[in-house]
C-alpha cells in the first residue's frame, strides 16, 4: 500500500523518499504521510523564498535606476547655474 502511494506522489516527494529514506517501503503509512507532508510544505516554503528573492531583486533595480537618474539630473541642473565647473571643463565653455 505504502509504495503505491509514494510511486503516485510528486516527483520532488518521490525523489526524496529515494535519496533520504532508504528502506521506506517498511516504514508504517502514518510516517510516509508525515513525510509528503514535510516535503510539500518544503516546496512552499522554497516557493515563498523564490518570490521574496525576485522582488528584492526587483526593488534594487529600481533602487540602481532611481540613483542613475537622480545622478543624471543633478549633472544637468549644475551645468551654468553658479554650480563650480566639473572637472575638465573650462570656466564658461560647455
Known sequence: MASVFVDQAAPDIQK?????MAGWQ???LQKILTVEAFVFNR??????TELAKEKKQEKQQEAC????ALA????????????????GTKQGKR
Open 72 to 87: 543624471q539630473s543633478l549633472q544637468l541642473r549644475g551645468r551654468g547655474r553658479g554650480f563650480p565647473p566639473s572637472k
Open 65 to 68: 535606476l532611481l540613483v542613475a
Open 43 to 48: 516546496r512552499e516554503e522554497k516557493h515563498r
Open 16 to 20: 526524496y523518499f529515494k535519496e533520504h
Open 26 to 28: 517498511r516504514e508504517t
